[in-house]
C-alpha cells in the first residue's frame, strides 16, 4: 500500500516519459513511528523545476445520502465532510533544470494518538481514514503548472488496553395472541442473559470466548441462541450521522424449554482474518459488537431477547 507503483525498483521507470515514483520503506507504521522514503523521477527531456515538496497527512472523511421532507418536497441530500487532522511539509529540491533520473530521500513522524487506517464503501456511505503521502513537482509557467504522485501509509492503531466484559440485560416476552406482535398482549414472562467475555482486545483469527447464562422465566421455550460479532461503521456527516452495522461472524447456541435456567454455556465466536481493524476519528469511525439474542419465535422478530456489548470489542492487526 506504501508504493505509488506495483512494484518497488519499477524496471519500467527508466522507460517512461517524465514519470515519478513514492517508494515508503515498510509495509505498516503504528503511531508516533518514522516513516522514510524516497522519491524516485526520470525525466527523458529536460524540465525547469521551481521546486518539489512532500506532503504527508491524515485525513478522515464520509459521505452518505438521506432523504428529506415529504410528499411531492421529497428529496435526496448528499453529505459529505472531510477532516485533515495533521499535515507536514518537506522540500526535497530547489530550483533548476532535471534531465535523467534523480531519488531525493524523505522522511517524516506519525504523531502520536492518531487513529488507524480504515477504509469502507458500500450503497449506504463511503469513509475512511488514510494517511496520503504526495509529492508535488512545481513547474514554472503561467498557470503554475504541478507533476503529482500519490501513495499511502498504512497505519495500525495502538494496542489498547485488554479488559473482562460482563453484562447482562431482563427483558419481558410479550407475545401476541394472533399470528402477530401485539404489544397490548399480557407478558408471556421474563428472559435474562448474562455473558462475559475474558477479554475485549484481540487479533484476527482469534476466537472470542464467551461465557453465557440463561433464565427463561417465561412460558415460552427458546428454540435457539444467535451468537453473532456485528462490525458498525459510523458516519457523521454535515451534523448528521448514520450507523451501519455489518454481521461478519456467527455461531448458533442450544434452545431452553420454558421455566428452565442454562449456566456456564461457554462458547467460541470466531474472528475472521479478513477484517479491519477497529478506528476512531470524528467523521467516521469503526467499532465492533457482540449480539447474544434468545430466539423464542424465528416468525416473531420482536419476541427476541437482545443482549448487546456496545463498543466493547476492539482488534489489533
Known amino acids: 500500500m506504501g508504493n505509488s507503483n506495483s512494484t518497488r525498483n519499477n524496471p519500467n521507470l527508466d522507460k517512461a516519459e517524465n514519470s515519478v515514483f513514492i517508494e515508503i520503506k515498510g509495509n505498516s507504521f503504528h503511531p508516533g513511528d518514522l516513516v522514510t522514503g524516497a522519491i524516485l523521477m526520470n ?5 525547469e523545476v521551481t521546486h518539489i515538496v512532500v506532503e504527508s497527512s491524515g485525513v478522515d472523511q464520509a459521505s452518505f445520502s438521506s432523504q428529506v421532507g415529504s410528499g411531492d418536497n421529497k428529496r435526496t441530500v448528499n453529505r459529505y465532510s472531510r477532516n485533515p487532522f495533521f499535515s507536514n511539509e518537506i522540500k526535497v529540491a530547489s530550483e533548476g533544470t532535471m534531465s535523467g533520473q534523480y531519488s531525493f530521500p524523505f522522511s517524516f513522524k506519525l504523531p502520536t494518538g492518531i487513529p488507524g487506517s480504515y477504509e469502507y464503501a458500500s450503497a449506504s456511505g463511503d469513509a475512511n481514514i488514510v494517511y496520503p503521502v504526495k509529492c508535488t513537482i512545481h513547474v514554472p509557467g503561467t498557470f503554475n503548472r504541478k507533476i503529482e504522485e500519490k501513495a499511502y501509509v498504512h497505519v495500525i492503531q495502538s494496542p489498547r488496553e485488554s479488559k ?5 440485560t431482563t427483558s419481558e416476552v410479550n407475545m401476541g395472541c394472533c399470528c402477530c406482535y401485539c404489544r ?4 408471556n414472562g421474563t428472559v435474562q442473559i448474562e455473558t462475559t467475555s475474558e477479554r475485549n482486545v484481540y487479533n484476527t483469527g482469534e476466537s472470542i470466548n464467551l461465557n453465557i447464562n440463561i433464565k ?5 421455550d427458546i428454540k435457539k441462541l444467535f451468537i453473532g460479532l456485528v462490525s458498525v461503521s459510523k458516519l457523521r456527516a454535515e451534523g448528521h450521522s448514520r450507523h451501519i452495522p455489518d454481521l461478519v461472524s456467527k455461531i448458533e447456541g442450544p434452545g431452553l424449554r420454558a421455566k428452565q435456567a442454562l449456566e456456564g454455556l461457554t462458547v467460541a465466536l470466531p474472528i475472521p482474518s479478513d477484517i479491519q481493524q477497529s478506528s476512531s476519528a470524528y467523521h467516521a469511525r469503526h467499532i465492533y459488537k457482540i449480539h447474544v439474542i434468545s430466539v423464542i419465535d424465528p416468525l416473531l422478530p420482536r419476541s427476541q431477547v437482545k443482549l448487546q456489548f456496545y463498543q466493547l470489542t476492539g482488534f489489533q492487526l
Do not use: G
Request: proline residues 11%; glycine residues 0%.
Open 43 to 47: 525525466f527523458k527531456s529536460p524540465i
Open 184 to 187: 397490548y398482549c399480557p407478558s
Open 164 to 168: 473482562a466484559l460482563h453484562d447482562m
Open 216 to 220: 427463561n422465566e417465561s412460558v415460552r
